[in-house]
């Protein structure tokens, strides 16, 4: 079975990513991954130069985004921030993640380019949802014991579009426990990974 990496972050997340798109898929291919997505934080600027690359590399790309979520987009004011991964599928999705970010910059912009549920709502056509990292609200939902919130956020989730369960362990603090309460959740609930 391959490995294809689904949450990717690249010199293009400010301040939270430093790996060079080259580079990077040249490892991949290196390490017989047949495609990698990109996901960098609110911004879709090294889409082109990813997709390009990775064609050129005789890899699959993937473009998608994390996005920053928060309950109104449009209120100028400090909000509690989530985060939540979004893949596009086909050029319908890859269209709906252009308007997603457009908006989060020029409507939703304050401090950090936002959305929100009902926005994704409007464009998660050809999309698929991952549940985002430990920063993600599913994840917060687990991490304080509100099962019965992360299942009607999963639940939501999956009426937008198909929802997996996101699962990352880079060693950062949190990160064990964080994925010690997602897979019991997929345990018991038997949600797709």
């Known amino acids: 079975m391959s490995f294809v990496h689904l949450h990717t972050h690249t010199e293009y997340s400010l301040l939270d990513g430093a790996s060079k798109i080259a580079p990077l898929l040249f490892r991949a291919k290196e390490l017989g991954q047949p495609a990698m997505a990109i996901t960098d934080h609110g911004t879709m600027t090294g889409c082109i130069e990813f997709y390009k690359e990775a064609r050129k590399q005789g890899i699959r790309p993937i ?14 004011e400090k909000q509690p921030l989530t985060h939540l991964t979004l893949l596009a599928t086909n050029l319908e999705g890859y269209q709906n993640l252009c308007k997603l970010v457009t908006a989060s910059w020029l409507e939703g912009m ?4 936002r959305i929100s549920l009902n ?29 019965g919130k992360a299942v009607g956020l999963y639940k939501q989730l999956s009426s937008l579009a198909p929802t997996y369960v996101e699962i990352q362990n880079h060693g950062l603090e949190g990160q064990e426990k964080s994925c010690t309460n997602l897979a019991g959740f997929i345990e018991k609930t038997k949600v797709s990974l």
Request: aromatic share 14%.
């Open 63 to 76: 473009l998608g985004v994390e996005v920053y979520v928060c309950d109104d987009y449009t209120k100028k």
């Open 119 to 147: 926005l994704l709502e409007a464009f998660s056509g050809g999309l698929i949802i991952l549940t985002g990292c430990m920063m993600g609200q599913f994840s917060v939902y687990l991490q304080e014991g509100e099962i």
């Open 110 to 113: 304050y401090y950090k380019p």
